[in-house]
């Protein structure tokens, strides 16, 4: 079997034709179309077409997903997908299977298969990029919630000053690109100019200005898993997106968080944290997965 497997992004559409045993035998990227709804439809079709002998298109996509019958309710950036039949639509133009499922389930899918979480029955997965996308594994399944947004934690509000504006919720606050900009206006440069590779290497030098925005960027981190452990009690946590590939930032989320806890009196259960194993793949090997169920 041949499926021709799909990962949207904010910025990027990352694509790989693989089979049923999550091999991926080839791979493409190309930008994430940003004008309309049939742009975007005619790219996920294009992308199938280049492979003669797909079966099948599997969908990772942001926002919340109506996996069930394949509707977007949110699409994240992409607003001009909200309320879209995704599935309908693209099967009308293929005549193949069509499945789609949120970025976040497909990462913790794959994690909970035969990576991070593998030997866990509960599991929580945070995924780092333009916003944070989240994922609540219970008895080794996805809980998606009655209205298919458990795990959404792009949507909780830490604080609010006056009206729910983006700037109150969580996912902008601790998306990468917050903490790109507050390392822009620290280093006094032009936030096009700097991305995670720039910061990191920065603190591999030791920079206290790199140090300082990691430091105050994973402590908001830490405080919400913090939260997170006490609400769902789950055995792990695995954090992913490309940013997870940085050692250095789970060790400052695992150290805030022993700061947090060494300044409480209850003797609470200490979260235990780790990077997803499959990273920027996550997303398609747990969309295949889904496509295969």
Do not use: W
Request: net charge negative; glycine share 8%; charged share 20%.
């Amino acid at each position: 079997m041949r499926i021709t497997v799909i990962d949207v992004g904010g910025t990027f559409i990352k694509y790989a034709l693989m089979n049923e045993h999550s091999i991926i035998l080839e791979r493409g990227k190309i930008p994430t179309p940003m004008s309309d709804r049939d742009d975007f439809i005619n790219t996920i079709v294009n992308i199938h077409k280049q492979f003669d002998h797909s079966e099948g298109i599997a969908l990772s996509m942001p926002g919340i997903i109506d996996a069930v019958n394949g509707v977007c309710i949110t699409s994240g950036a992409l607003e001009y997908n909200n309320g879209a039949h995704i599935v309908d639509e693209i099967q009308s133009k293929t005549n193949v299977k069509v499945t789609v499922e949120n970025d976040a389930k497909c990462a913790a899918l794959a994690e909970v298969s035969v990576g991070a979480l593998a030997d866990v029955n509960d599991g929580f997965v945070l995924i780092f990029g333009t916003a944070i996308g989240g994922a609540f594994i219970k008895d080794r399944k996805i809980h998606r919630g009655s209205h298919f947004s458990a795990g959404e934690i792009s949507y909780t509000v830490p604080y609010i000053d006056g009206s729910l504006v983006d700037e109150n919720f969580l996912g902008f606050q601790c998306g990468v690109p917050q903490l790109c900009k507050d390392f822009a206006q620290q280093k006094n440069l032009p936030v096009e100019q700097v991305n995670g590779e720039i910061i990191f290497a920065a603190l591999e030098q030791n920079d206290p200005i790199a140090v300082d925005c990691l430091e105050r960027f994973t402590r908001r981190i830490a405080l919400q898993i913090f939260n997170l452990q006490m609400l769902f009690d789950p055995q792990r946590f695995a954090v992913g997106g490309g940013i997870s590939a940085q050692p250095s930032f789970v060790e400052f989320i695992n150290r805030n968080l022993e700061q947090l806890r060494a300044k409480c009196k209850y003797n609470l259960p200490a979260p235990s944290v780790v990077a997803c194993k499959f990273q920027n793949d996550a997303n398609l090997i747990g969309a295949l997965q889904h496509f295969l169920v």
